[in-house]
């Protein structure tokens, strides 16, 4: 069978009859692939924990005969220590799952969701950031590259200045006249660190008031609870 060659991170596994796994990555190249790894779960199998969420690994696949492929190799580019820390570990499921709703196409090249992610991972591997900024920085960045950016300084329906609500099916601020039901106030502080979360400025977000955080972190996961058509299933088990 062809092979190729590709680097790529760990979304999700499951398990296929009593030895095998099918494994979801999101690779570099390619986009999303799904592929199996025959005889992972044996003590004895040569992939060893390589295969696991979260493994950012140089991988070759062998073209499968159906929407499978199959894992022929795999060589750790870095080896995750996120299982050994709860808090961090819960919040890089959300990192994976929601990487995997947003790339739904499987084979079709997302190198900026691949970048993103692998850079989120190594933020909380890092422990240098807050967990919870880290998630919410990336689900903002995530959806904008997916096409759903959410606005934060202007109104996102009719473009007027100073936004006094937020809206998750109005686009995020939105002014008095564009506001919809279950909008939420928005005030100056919130709608810069929802600024600052979207363009990565950590220095303005590790300085926002603990409070103001937290709006917005309640803003954060309704915009994505929104636009993602359901909730995260891991978003409860994340430990803020």
């Given amino acids: 069978m ?11 596994t499951h398990q296929l009859g009593e030895a095998d796994r099918i494994i979801t990555l999101l690779t570099r190249s390619k986009g999303k692939i799904r592929a199996v790894a025959k005889g992972v779960r044996r003590t004895s199998s040569k992939f060893g924990g390589r295969l696991e969420p979260f493994q ?5 696949f062998a073209e499968g005969r159906g929407s499978l492929e199959v894992v022929t190799q795999a060589e750790a580019l870095h080896v995750s220590t996120l299982a050994s820390d709860y808090g961090r570990f819960t919040a890089a ?27 989120a991972i190594r933020a909380l591997e890092t422990a240098v950031l807050p967990a919870p900024l880290v998630v919410d920085s ?23 200045a100073e936004p006094r609500w937020f809206s998750p ?28 979360l979207l363009a990565g400025d950590w220095d303005a977000a590790t300085a926002a008031d ?3 955080a937290r709006r ?12 993602l058509d359901r909730a995260l299933r891991s978003l409860p088990y994340f430990e803020r």
């Avoid at 062809?2 to 999700?12: E, F, G, M, Q």
């Avoid at 799952?97 to 090249?109: G, I, M």
């Avoid at 309640?218 to 915009?223: A, F, I, K, L, S």
């Fill in 2 to 12: 062809p092979t190729y060659r590709d680097h790529a991170v760990v979304l999700r």
């Fill in 56 to 60: 950012h690994i140089d991988v070759q």
């Fill in 138 to 160: 990336y689900l903002l960045r995530a959806l904008a590259i997916a096409g759903y950016a959410v606005s934060t300084a202007e109104c996102a329906g009719c473009g007027a």
């Fill in 169 to 196: 099916q109005g686009g995020g601020a939105v002014c008095t006249s564009c506001r919809t039901s279950g909008s939420v106030q928005l005030d100056a502080d919130c709608g810069g660190h929802l600024g600052a």
């Fill in 93 to 119: 499921q959300v990192l994976v799952e929601t990487a995997d709703r947003l790339v739904a196409e499987e084979a079709t090249p997302a190198l900026q969701q691949y970048r993103l992610l692998l850079g």
């Fill in 210 to 212: 603990l409070t103001v």
């Fill in 216 to 227: 917005v972190d309640g803003m954060v996961v309704n915009y994505a609870t929104w636009h």
